[in-house]
C-alpha cells in the first residue's frame, strides 16, 4: 500500500511538472507570437538606423515607434515589432530607403542592397513576396505599354502609299490585342491574391493601370473573397453599379505615390 502511494504522489509530481513546463512553453510561444521579427542583411548600410513601423491602412501613416536599431558592420541586421497579423510594415532605414512588409507569419528575411531600393528579396512572407512581384510585373507593363502606344502611334501615321486601311486594322487590332493580354494578366494577380491586406494594396495599383469597369469586376470579387477586410468592404460599399466607377474618394491612389508622398516625407 506504501509503495503504491509512493507511486501515486511520484506520478501527481509528474503530471505537475509536465504541466508547468507545458505552461511556459505555451507563454513563451504567445509572447513570440506577439512580436514581428525581421532579420537578414542590407549591403551598403553598414551603421545606419533602422526601425520597423506598422503602417495604418486607414490613412496610409506610419504608426512611429521609438525603437531604433543600427545596421551591424558585416550588413546584418534585426529589428522586431509589435506583431499584427497580416499588418502592414515599412522595415525604414533613415530617410531614403524603405522596404513594405506584410505580416503573414511571425518572421520574414530579407535581404537588400541600400543603392537599390527595387532590388530587394523578402522569404519567410507570402504575401510580401507577392506584393514584390506584383510591383515588378506592373514596371515591366509600364514598359511594355509604352513600347506598344509608340508602336500604335507609328503605325497610325504610316500614309496610305505605305499601308493599306484594313492591313492598318489589323496591326493596331494586334496590339490592342497584346495590351489586353497584359492587362488582364495583371489583373489575375490581384483578383487571385489569397491574401486579404496584399489584395487590398495590389488594388490600389491597379487603380492606376486598369479602366472603370475592370475595377469594378476587381471590388466585386475581392468583396466576395474577404468579406471580413473592412477596407475591402469600403471599397464595395462605395461601387455605384448605376454608373458604372467607383468613387475615387473613397479608395487610395497608387500605391507608389501615397508611400512616396505620405511615408517617406513624413518625420
Not at 558592420?73 to 530617410?95: C, H, I, M, P, W
Not at 518572421?107 to 528579396?121: L, S
Not at 506592373?138 to 509604352?146: A, D, F, N, Q, T
Not at 461601387?239 to 500605391?255: E, N, P, R
Amino acid at each position: 500500500m506504501k509503495e503504491a502511494a509512493m507511486s501515486l504522489k511520484r506520478i501527481s509530481r509528474f503530471i505537475v511538472i509536465i504541466w508547468l513546463c507545458c505552461s511556459v512553453v505555451a507563454c513563451k510561444t504567445e509572447s513570440q507570437n506577439n512580436v514581428l521579427e525581421v532579420s537578414g542583411i542590407i549591403t551598403n548600410a553598414a551603421g545606419r538606423k533602422i526601425s520597423l513601423m506598422q503602417v495604418d491602412l486607414n490613412n496610409f501613416e506610419r504608426i512611429i515607434t521609438d525603437t531604433l536599431f543600427t545596421i551591424k558592420q558585416d550588413n546584418r541586421f534585426f529589428v522586431t515589432a509589435s506583431y499584427e497579423k497580416d499588418g502592414l510594415y515599412q522595415l525604414y532605414v533613415d530617410s531614403s530607403f524603405y522596404i513594405l512588409l506584410i505580416a503573414d507569419s511571425g518572421k520574414i528575411k530579407v535581404n537588400a542592397d541600400y543603392k537599390n531600393k527595387d532590388g530587394y528579396e523578402v522569404s519567410g512572407s507570402k504575401a510580401s513576396l507577392a506584393l514584390l512581384d506584383y510591383y515588378k510585373e506592373v514596371k515591366k507593363y509600364s514598359l511594355e505599354k509604352r513600347t506598344l502606344n509608340e508602336q500604335r502611334k507609328a503605325v497610325s501615321l504610316l500614309s496610305k502609299r505605305e499601308i493599306t486601311d484594313s492591313a492598318r486594322q489589323v496591326q493596331l487590332s494586334a496590339i490592342d490585342t497584346l495590351l489586353k493580354k497584359k492587362e488582364t494578366a495583371l489583373y489575375h494577380l490581384v483578383s487571385n491574391e489569397s491574401n486579404a491586406t496584399a489584395a487590398y494594396f495590389k488594388y490600389g495599383i491597379a487603380k492606376s493601370i486598369f479602366p472603370a469597369s475592370y475595377l469594378n469586376d476587381l471590388v466585386k470579387t475581392l468583396h466576395t473573397k474577404f468579406p471580413k477586410q473592412p477596407k475591402l468592404q469600403a471599397l464595395y460599399s462605395s461601387l455605384d453599379t448605376s454608373k458604372h466607377y467607383l468613387d475615387s474618394t473613397q479608395i487610395v491612389d497608387t500605391a507608389r505615390t501615397i508611400l512616396n508622398n505620405k511615408l517617406l516625407n513624413q518625420e
